[in-house]
């Protein structure tokens, strides 16, 4: 049985990027690993969930992503002041 992969990710990071330091490359490429939720995909997808949970949770993860937005932008408001 093959399984589908819905989002091939390749998180790449050059010593040339960081500049040689090892402790920068590792830690840079944990935060594009991070970002791109490559974890979080991976262990979501070793059991089943039900199709209305994974709904609750991207209605969830879209609000939160708002609400962050917004302060951002308040924030940006209440700096210009």
């Not at 990710?9 to 830690?27: H, P, Q, S, Y």
């Amino acid at each position: 049985m093959s399984r589908k992969h819905k989002n091939i990710c390749n998180a790449v990071v050059t010593l040339d990027e960081v500049k040689g330091n090892t402790n920068r490359l590792i830690k840079k490429f944990m935060k594009k690993v991070k970002k791109e939720r490559i974890i979080e995909d991976y262990l979501e997808e070793t059991y089943y969930t039900k199709s209305s949970i994974k709904r609750r949770k991207e209605r969830l993860r879209g609000l939160e992503n708002a609400r962050k937005a917004n302060r951002e932008k308040n924030k940006l408001i209440n700096s210009g002041r």
